[in-house]
């Protein structure tokens, strides 16, 4: 069993940046894949950054590459999502999520087993 707890969401304006970070329990961080979802209202959840189990490779939507950056930190069981030029169109609730089963990295929810319970980010114009 993996527990998830986001934290770090707010209000912000237009431009500006914030830090979610996600810290995991409960089974070994370090071997499985960690991703970071959102979800608007009335939209689907859809897939905004991953990293592999070792940090070395990471990967974006094309709606957030060059803002965001996902990092993580083996030692604290922590993923990190640096959001920065943040737009209105980026407000939704974030969720940690991970990949325990294979080292593969996915890119849709269905490939992820773990969850978090969000947290709401919204940016204002």
């Known amino acids: 069993q993996v527990q998830l707890v986001e934290s770090g969401g707010g209000l912000v304006q237009a431009g500006g940046s914030l830090r979610l970070s996600c810290a995991a329990s409960?089974?070994?961080?370090?071997?499985?894949?960690m991703g970071w979802f959102r979800q608007a209202p009335g939209k689907e959840r859809e897939f905004v950054a991953a990293?592999?189990?070792?940090?070395?490779?990471?990967y974006y939507a094309d709606s957030v590459k060059g803002r965001f950056t996902i990092s993580r930190d083996n030692a604290k069981s922590t993923v990190y999502l640096q959001m920065n030029s943040l737009k209105p169109e980026d407000t939704a609730v974030y969720y940690c999520?991970?990949?325990?089963?294979?080292?593969?990295?996915?890119?849709?929810?269905?490939?992820?087993?773990?969850w978090g319970q969000g947290t709401q980010v919204t940016v204002s114009s």
């Open positions: 999520a991970a990949r325990t089963i294979q080292a593969i990295v996915a890119f849709s929810t269905r490939g992820y087993d773990y």
């Open positions: 990293v592999s189990w070792s940090g070395a490779n990471t």
């Open positions: 409960g089974r070994t961080f370090s071997s499985y894949v």
